[in-house]
C-alpha cells in the first residue's frame, strides 16, 4: 500500500495570506489526524476527521480550520498566516482513530511565512 | 503543551553501543508508541505498546512500559549510523473511544550514533 501523501512539500508565504495544505491518507484508513511541530512547542494536535466530521480539535486558534472529503482526503487551511505558523504540518491516518491503535505519519509540508 | 518529558535530550554513542532513551508522562494513558523522525521529515512509527503491557520487543528495539511511574524506555540495542535521528514518544489518552487518535508527544531525543 502507498503511505500517506503530503502536497505539497515546500511552500513559503507571506503574512496575512491564507494557505491550503493536502492529505491522502493510507487507502482504506478513514482518520485523519493533523499536528504542526515548531522548534519551540514541539508536535501539536491540531484535529482529526473522520468520515467528513471534525472529532477532536487542539488548542488552536480559529484560523486554523480543515475538512475531509468523501474519499477521506483531507485539507488544513490557514488564514491571516503569521509569522509563527511557519513550522512543518504533518498528518498521520489510521483506520478509525480508535485506540489503541497506529498513527502512520505523511512526509509533511513545511510551511515558511514571512 | 507537552505530555511530559523525555530523558536525555541528546545521546551521542559509537556504533555497535546500545542507546537507552527514557519517557515521562502526566496522566493516563491507552497506550504508548515510539516514533523516529530523520532531519525534520515525517515521523516513523517504530512500536506501540499498550498500558496493559510491561515490555514489548521489535528487532533491535525493546520498550518497557510502567504505568505506575508513568514512564516509559526505549533501547535500541547494536545501534547503528542508520540509527541517528530524533526520537519521539507518544501518548494517547482516555478521552472517549474517540481519543485515539489524538497522541501528545514528548519534547524528544536526539541519537547521534558514531560510525
Known amino acids: 500500500k502507498a503511505g500517506v501523501t503530503q502536497t505539497p512539500r515546500y511552500l513559503i508565504k507571506t503574512r496575512g495570506q491564507q494557505v491550503t495544505l493536502s492529505c491522502s491518507p493510507i487507502s482504506g484508513h478513514r482518520s485523519v489526524s493533523w499536528y504542526q511541530q515548531t522548534p519551540g512547542q514541539g508536535l501539536q494536535f491540531l484535529f482529526e476527521?473522520?468520515?467528513?466530521?471534525?472529532?477532536n480539535k487542539g488548542n488552536f486558534p480559529g484560523r486554523f480550520s480543515g475538512r475531509q472529503f468523501s474519499n477521506s482526503r483531507s485539507e488544513m487551511n490557514v488564514s491571516t498566516l503569521e509569522l509563527g505558523d511557519s513550522a512543518l504540518y504533518l498528518c498521520a491516518s489510521s483506520q478509525s482513530g480508535l485506540a489503541p491503535e497506529t498513527q502512520y505519519f505523511g512526509p509533511g509540508t513545511r510551511l515558511l511565512v514571512l | 503543551s507537552q505530555q511530559g518529558e523525555e530523558d536525555p535530550q541528546a545521546l551521542s554513542i559509537q556504533e555497535g553501543e546500545n542507546a537507552t532513551m527514557n519517557c515521562s508522562y502526566k496522566?493516563?494513558?491507552?497506550?504508548l508508541q515510539w516514533y523516529r523522525q530523520n532531519s525534520g521529515r515525517g515521523l516513523v512509527h517504530l512500536i506501540l505498546?499498550?498500558?496493559?503491557?510491561r515490555e514489548k520487543h521489535s528487532g533491535r528495539l525493546r520498550v518497557t512500559l510502567d504505568t505506575s511511574k508513568k514512564s516509559s524506555s526505549l533501547l535500541i540495542t547494536a545501534s547503528r549510523a542508520a540509527d541517528t535521528a530524533s526520537y519521539f514518544c507518544a501518548t494517547a489518552g482516555f478521552l472517549g473511544e474517540t481519543s485515539g487518535s489524538r497522541l501528545t508527544f514528548g519534547e524528544g531525543t536526539q541519537l547521534t550514533v558514531n560510525p
Open positions: 496522566t493516563s494513558i491507552n497506550n
Open positions: 476527521y473522520f468520515s467528513e466530521t471534525q472529532r
Open positions: 505498546i499498550r498500558s496493559n503491557e
